[in-house]
């Protein structure tokens, strides 16, 4: 009989990880805890579980495969359960680079990527950034590099580290999945529990639990932020909190680039990712900029530094369980900072601003979901030498598919005005 395998959550990880075991010969079924998958395989003969309960339906199979999304707990079937991160690492022929923390995985893990290629090297760059792991598996060899951009889910069971671990500030997040605040430092410390000396630590001194995480580590530690004099003006992307991204991107590269021209040329390359502090267009002489990506209200705080102008920033959405005192301190003594307020968590933002002594004349609470009215507000509320801000520091999902969604309808809407 063939090995059954079955794949725990059905979404881009899913996906891959299916198309990954089916090619290997494996009979694989998909398990989500949805009614219908409208983007289920178009083979009718594929087995599907579906629904709330099927997750407890999966004794049964040899291999259980789990979906970064899907919390451990959710599968309690021992050896069975595998993760796609924990696939990749263990079959991966290739030097790993594994980038986490609660902001700027991405932009640290772009950097990298482009100082490895203004070397010469020929780079993967996937995870939690958009491209699955497994999908990209077959095209990586042995002298290639691997840039990982690691998630608490993606590292909730890590088996294997990274050679080059890369921890950022970790501050609260992810709070309606993870247990507590325990939890969430636990799954990132994962991603140096299987160093060894002869792997590579780069943390963020600066940050409490990043620097508790190094203490316990194996492996031989590099602390960033470093001086940056000599490399600050070849960035192009804006803002302090991207400095200290460049640092931590030439901590990680440091045994594969020694050549410092070639340093300053991959970050002057690099012009940023989709939806983080995105220039779009000027209107009216106000500048919009798309940083979708901010589900988090301390990503907000750093969007709202990389500018002196007049600003009018979005916030909102789903709410994660996030504190926004420290926005809301934060907008409270910025007195060119305007702020819309929507989506389900509006009323707590509001609150919080309030709290503050945020002034009411700053605050405008808008119930629509009407993404165009809330944009053409911003408008309004701008003043010419300005921008505004697309950062809202919460979750997308109660008025758009994911941040790729919010930030491609913003930019949509923006390029109408």
């Not at 579906?50 to 495969?65: A, R």
């Not at 792991?133 to 290639?144: I, Q, R, Y």
């Not at 932020?225 to 909190?241: E, K, N, Q, Y």
Request: with cysteine; net charge negative; aromatic share 8%.
């Amino acid at each position: 009989m063939d090995k059954t395998v079955v794949v725990a959550g059905y979404g881009i990880e899913g996906k891959a990880a299916y198309e990954y075991y089916l090619s290997k010969g494996y009979s694989v079924a998909i398990a989500d805890e949805r009614l219908e998958l409208p983007d289920a395989p178009e083979a009718k003969e594929v087995r599907t579980i579906l629904g709330p309960q099927s997750f407890s339906k999966l004794e049964d199979f040899d291999l259980i495969i789990r979906s970064p999304s899907i919390h451990p707990s959710k599968l309690p079937y021992g050896k069975k359960v595998w993760s796609t991160t924990n696939e990749f690492f263990k079959e991966c022929p290739a030097h790993i680079i594994g980038v986490t923390g609660t902001k700027g995985k991405g932009t640290t893990s772009g950097l990298i990527t482009s100082i490895l290629q203004a070397a010469g090297k020929t780079v993967h760059l996937v995870g939690n950034i958009g491209t699955p792991s497994l999908a990209e598996l077959s095209k990586v060899k042995a002298d290639d590099m691997v840039v990982f951009e690691l998630s608490s889910f993606q590292l909730w069971d890590l088996k294997k580290s990274p050679h080059v671990a890369v921890v950022l500030g970790i501050e609260p997040d992810h709070l309606d999945v993870h247990t507590d605040m325990d939890d969430y430092v636990a799954a990132k410390a994962n991603i140096t529990t299987h160093q060894s000396a002869d792997d590579l630590l780069v943390f963020n001194r600066n940050n409490v639990v990043a620097s508790s995480i190094a203490e316990k580590s194996q492996a031989r530690k590099m602390p960033y932020p470093t001086d940056m004099t000599a490399f600050a003006d070849a960035l192009v992307i804006p803002g302090a909190h991207n400095i200290e991204n460049a640092s931590a991107a030439i901590a990680a590269v440091a045994e594969y680039v020694t050549d410092l021209a070639i340093v300053r040329n991959g970050l002057a390359s690099f012009e940023g990712l989709p939806h983080r502090i995105k220039f779009v267009r000027e209107v009216a002489g106000v500048k919009y900029y798309d940083d979708s990506y901010s589900s988090a209200p301390t990503a907000s705080i750093a969007a709202l530094k990389s500018f002196t102008q007049p600003r009018v920033i979005l916030l909102g959405g789903f709410d994660k369980g996030a504190d926004y005192t420290e926005l809301a301190a934060y907008i409270a003594h910025e007195a060119t900072v305007k702020t819309i307020v929507y989506g389900a968590v509006r009323e707590r933002i509001a609150a919080d601003l309030r709290r503050e002594s945020v002034d009411e004349a700053r605050i405008t609470i808008l119930p629509t979901t009407d993404f165009t009215n809330i944009i053409k507000t911003a408008a309004e509320l701008s003043e010419p030498g300005g921008v505004i801000l697309l950062s809202p520091g919460c979750a997308s999902f109660d008025m758009f598919r994911n941040f790729t969604d919010r930030g491609e309808q913003f930019v949509r809407i923006v390029e109408s005005l």
